[in-house]
């Protein structure tokens, strides 16, 4: 299974950016997609996951700001980022699991300016 993530860039804070994860290879229903991300010097966090009933959950920090979708049809799940935040800066990764598997996708790197 590979995953192949896009639409990272720069932008300024109050802007909006869409990331995209393209999933190949499987020929199975993905139970999860999710985003993550990982700033300089901290953890990787979860920042929204969509089931394939398409139940999301989402990071309290992006409630409201972000949010995640999947189209089956094309195998792709994306991630619609509004009113981003100088703290939203991060490399973002796409995630899918098809349990008891867990797959990763290259990072993206999102940056917003103050």
């Known amino acids: 299974v590979q995953l192949q993530a896009s639409g990272g860039g720069l932008v300024e804070a109050g802007g909006s950016l869409g990331l995209s994860c393209v999933v190949s290879?499987?020929?199975?229903?993905?139970?999860?997609i999710g985003w993550y991300r990982q700033a300089p010097g901290k953890e990787r966090e979860l920042v929204a996951l969509?089931?394939?009933?398409?139940?999301?959950d989402y990071a309290d920090s992006v409630k409201g700001r972000f949010t995640i979708s999947r189209d089956n049809t094309k195998n792709t799940a994306y991630l619609q980022m509004n009113s981003l935040k100088p703290e939203d800066t991060a490399v973002y990764y796409c995630?899918?699991?098809?349990?008891?598997?867990?797959?990763w996708g290259q990072g993206t790197l999102v940056t917003v300016s103050s």
């Open positions: 995630n899918a699991k098809l349990l008891p598997n867990d797959y």
């Open positions: 969509i089931s394939s009933g398409d139940s999301t």
């Open positions: 290879g499987s020929r199975f229903s993905i139970d999860f």
